[in-house]
């Protein structure tokens, strides 16, 4: 997502912070590409032209043109303007009323109302603890009631038993009186949609508002109709009144231009936005970090998150242990390969690292990308129990046979054993002999530059709550950690992830096959 937006702003501002001195003709010119630049992403014009004039307004004071780096001042004012037209804060859904909370989805159909109601009941369930109840209110799309079922079936979450013949406001004050009765702390009404505004959809929307009292209601738009879901956040408040938005399809969008005119012309935070298809491809809306995204400055507070969220503990624990013994079998290659995967692949995690959203497109171009896991992973289940714990076994007979049991060839089979010979030896060097360790000392030098005192002192990232996580980040920048560089981790890379290095590859970024140093 904002992909393009990214290109274009990136190229734009770097021009202006490669330069000594800025003039007013500078910023002006700065700007109008700027401009054009949000346009292309479909942001909303009333929403580019506020934009610009107050980014202009900041810009051309002359505390800015005269400051020692005016390219950069120019940069960090694009950025709160940025923040500000997102929202300032990031705004949850509010459980914040008598149980049982009801929360009540709109949207057009085809919006996917029916998918967000399961995720976000997943995600109430998981991480708020809470009991939740769904329901379906659509009675005319065939089946949609029984997709709900279906989904709370995948999910273990309860469905309200569907009753045929009755009315969307009978099935909402039913589920209400459900919920009350079963004990659920939260009621989500997954609601009827039609390919276009109407008069009965308003009334309906407007009658099931007045029967269950809904707390929240949450307009789900699709971020590619652009333009549209802004007109159409507009039409639902004026006639249903909504209190916030979920963006869905928001990985399929380049531009990203609804997301940044939403906010700005409804007056209604975005609360979530659906990153894939999976239930648990949902994130919420933090305009700061999506701001950063968007300007290249990486958002590690969020692949923290992701993380802790993905990553299982006592593998990790397992890892590190292994890692200390200086032992890495293809067992160990192929988990570190799936925990990659969960985090979103290769350009999920380089859109998150601070100064790397530009080595993605090199990064493909490369051929280093998501398919590739793949493909090892198929060789890795093509081994057997002793080729995976002991790859030296591995001659000509044995690779022709895994060549052929993972649609692979020769060469493939070769890549994958140097990687794993060249992971393997960082593991010794980490797991050495000596003061605990080379990995040990690494970690207990960033834990001391941050005033956080010796390995005792690393906290426990994914106990840390996203405050105290972005805190840990400024802590870092102020300490001389860099975007895009992590002191002692060879060749910048992320600790945890294939061992040192985002797997363990050496060269710029740790080095993949082909890829240039960066200059």
């Not at 949000?38 to 307004?57: G, H, I, P, Q, W």
């Not at 079963?182 to 609601?191: K, M, Q, Y």
């Not at 906010?263 to 701001?291: C, D, N, Q, S, Y």
């Not at 797997?503 to 740790?510: A, I, K, S």
Request: no cysteine; aromatic share 2%; glycine share 14%.
């Amino acid at each position: 997502m904002f992909e393009n937006l990214q290109d274009r702003l990136g190229s734009i501002l770097s021009g202006l912070t490669g330069r000594g001195a800025l003039s007013e003709a500078d910023v002006s010119a700065a700007l109008r590409e700027v401009r054009r630049a949000l346009l292309e992403a479909d942001v909303a014009l009333e929403v580019v032209r506020s934009f610009t004039d107050k980014v202009r307004e900041k810009a051309v004071g002359a505390e800015v043109l005269k400051s020692i780096k005016p390219g950069q001042m120019v940069v960090k004012i694009v950025h709160d303007e940025l923040v500000e037209m997102l929202g300032s804060e990031g705004v949850g859904i509010d459980l914040h009323a008598a149980a049982p909370v009801v929360i009540m989805m709109v949207g057009l159909q085809g919006s996917g109302k029916t998918t967000t109601t399961g995720k976000i009941a997943k995600r109430l369930t998981e991480r708020e603890k809470k009991k939740v109840l769904m329901a379906s209110l659509d009675t005319r799309r065939p089946a949609a009631q029984e997709q709900l079922r279906q989904l709370g079936v995948q999910t273990g979450i309860d469905t309200l038993p569907i009753i045929a013949g009755q009315s969307p406001t009978d099935i909402a004050g039913r589920a209400v009186q459900a919920a009350k009765l079963g004990g659920h702390d939260v009621v989500i009404l997954d609601t009827a949609g039609r390919t276009h505004i109407d008069e009965p959809l308003m009334a309906e929307m407007a009658e099931i508002k007045r029967k269950s009292n809904p707390h929240e209601i949450l307009l789900v738009a699709d971020s590619l109709t652009g333009q549209d879901a802004v007109n159409l956040a507009r039409n639902f408040d004026e006639r249903v009144g909504i209190t916030g938005l979920v963006l869905t399809r928001m990985d399929g969008d380049g531009r990203g231009g609804a997301a940044l005119s939403m906010r700005a012309v409804t007056g209604k935070p975005i609360k979530l936005i659906g990153t894939g298809e999976k239930m648990t491809e949902m994130e919420e809306f933090h305009p700061r970090r999506i701001a950063d995204r968007i300007l290249g400055m990486g958002d590690i507070v969020s692949l923290v998150e992701k993380a802790a969220e993905n990553i299982d503990a006592e593998k990790a624990a397992a890892m590190a242990k292994k890692m200390q013994s200086g032992k890495f079998d293809l067992n160990d290659l192929a988990d570190q390969l799936r925990q990659m995967k969960s985090l979103g692949g290769m350009g999920g995690i380089m859109g998150l690292m601070p100064g790397m959203a530009g080595m993605k497109d090199k990064l493909a171009a490369s051929g280093m990308n998501d398919k590739m896991f793949d493909r090892q992973l198929a060789i890795i289940s093509s081994m057997t129990k002793a080729e995976r714990a002991n790859p030296d076994i591995l001659k000509h007979s044995r690779k022709k046979r895994i060549a052929a049991g993972s649609g692979t060839d020769a060469a493939e089979i070769n890549k994958l054993l140097k990687m794993h010979r060249q992971m393997a030896d960082m593991m010794k060097m980490m797991g050495g002999k000596g003061k605990g360790g080379m990995m040990k000392q690494m970690m207990g030098g960033l834990a001391s530059k941050m005033g956080l005192g010796g390995m005792g002192g690393m906290p426990d990232l994914s106990k840390l709550d996203p405050k105290q996580l972005e805190a840990l980040q400024k802590q870092a920048e102020a300490a001389g950690i860099k975007p895009g560089s992590m002191p002692g981790l060879p060749g910048g890379g992320l600790p945890g992830l294939g061992g040192g290095t985002l797997h363990g590859l050496g060269g710029g970024f740790p080095g993949l096959p082909g890829l240039p140093k960066k200059k």
